[in-house]
């Protein structure tokens, strides 16, 4: 299906018209990222052009955060940036990336990752009009698979990666959730987790959850019981958004538990328990992998019953450098001399910033743009200064790239001085 976008033209601004409710265009950070400065063609410095980025919403401390870290990011690297909703049609997110590519961005950077298909159509595009592709705060494990058929999207030159949302590893988020709970009173758990298609590790974390419970009870005589009626293996599956026929389910939880029923959400889809804390006045402790502005308000100490969110997790809005600095390489024509040659490289880990007490909320918004309510730039992990260093023509390489990133951790986030 080899043709120039601008043959497509036609096609295109017939589905123009509809793009409001493909996903909303996004003003963001003050004056710009919704279009006006370089434009697709820069200026005459090294850098520049559009780029296209495809959030999951449009709102919360994390998008405001990344929108004002990016507005500082602009004059340094001069690139300029458009920011839409993407939505859960594939079709509509291929609308939105074919009409960005039309209006001439140099790439596209996405939260929302698309079936195999869709990817597959995204990257010919980028191939046909010299754009490059990447992902932000997602794993990309899809689009890094071997299609059955097609070319795979991983083994274009087009295709820069992703960073993901928390780390890549089966256990680490799974750890941090048994001790939080071990630490609390209670002992009756419903351990939920996210449904496979969209969260595959989900599944191995959960059996970490339950090791870690198993040896608990071998060593211990407070023992935890994990429930396991119509649970796949130790968890419950809890796909996104919760239906009327839900409330039984929270009633027979409760029922089961009492004061010593408590919560611990896989999830990584913050939103779901954000229902679930008010879901038929429901008041139960819940500990979660995952963030929602909502859900933050709601976070209080273990002694607090009118706050049941006891733990909750959030991944800085910095690790946006990883496909913006890996992009201006690519559109200038200047790589790593350290690229990674293997197309699983090129999916590298954001870590989780932990948060389970008062404490960590109130250190966040003085060490971490994401939690501070003026998202005050002094508060950002990297300057634009020193994003600008990590720039390939500045010398700058993908191992010290990576290990930025790989640096931000709980600790570090948290505690870190600030000069």
């Known amino acids: 299906m080899k043709k120039s976008i601008l043959k497509k033209i036609g096609a295109i601004l017939l589905t123009a ?17 919704g279009g006006s400065g370089t434009g697709g063609g820069g200026s005459s410095s090294q850098y520049g052009g559009k780029i296209f980025i495809g959030v999951q919403q449009t709102r919360g401390n994390t998008y405001e955060a990344m929108c004002k870290f990016l507005d500082a990011l602009k004059p340094e690297l001069n690139f300029d940036y458009q920011i839409a909703q993407m939505s859960y049609s594939d079709a509509s997110n291929l609308t939105l990336i074919e009409n960005a590519i039309m209006k001439g961005a140099i790439g596209i950077i996405t939260m929302t990752e698309m079936e195999m298909g869709t990817t597959q159509q995204v990257i010919e ?15 990309f494990w899809k689009t890094s698979a071997t299609p059955t058929t097609g070319k795979a999207p991983k083994d274009s030159k087009y295709y820069l990666g992703s960073v993901s949302d928390g780390e890549l590893d089966t256990e680490t988020t799974a750890t941090w959730l048994f001790e939080a709970v071990k630490e609390s009173p209670y002992r009756k758990i419903v351990l939920t987790r996210s449904p496979e298609y969209a969260y595959p590790r989900s599944v191995e974390s959960a059996k970490t959850f339950k090791k870690l419970v198993d040896k608990y009870n071998e060593e211990n005589e407070d023992d935890f019981e994990l429930w396991t009626e119509g649970t796949d293996g130790p968890a419950f599956e809890l796909d996104y958004g919760l239906p009327a026929t839900f409330a039984p389910q929270l009633t027979k939880w409760q029922d089961w538990g009492g004061k010593d029923l408590a919560l611990v959400g896989l999830n990584y889809c913050a939103g779901t328990i954000m229902g679930m804390t008010t879901y038929a006045d429901s008041k139960f402790p819940i500990f979660n992998a995952g963030w929602d502005d909502d859900v933050a308000k709601q976070f209080g100490a273990l002694d607090n ?27 200038n024509g200047t790589p790593y001399a ?9 999916i590298i880990e954001a870590k989780y910033c932990h948060i389970e007490s008062a404490k960590d909320i109130e250190d966040g918004k003085t060490h971490c743009m994401n939690f501070n309510d003026a998202r005050d730039l002094k508060y950002a992990l990297i300057s634009p200064a020193e994003v600008k260093d990590l720039l390939a023509a500045n010398g700058g390489t993908f191992a010290q790239l990576k290990s930025t990133i790989a640096s931000w951790d709980t600790e570090y986030i948290l505690r870190r001085e600030i000069k």
């Open 125 to 139: 595009l980028c191939e046909e009009e010299g754009v490059y592709y990447g992902g932000y705060m997602s794993d």
């Open 17 to 33: 018209a509809v793009a409001g409710s493909v996903g909303a265009l996004a003003a963001c950070g003050g004056e710009g990222g």
């Open 305 to 331: 019953a009118s706050k049941p969110v006891k733990a909750l997790c959030q991944t800085p809005c910095e690790t946006i450098i990883y496909p913006l600095v890996r992009m201006l390489n690519a559109v």
């Open 338 to 346: 350290d690229e990674p040659t293997n197309p699983d490289d090129k």
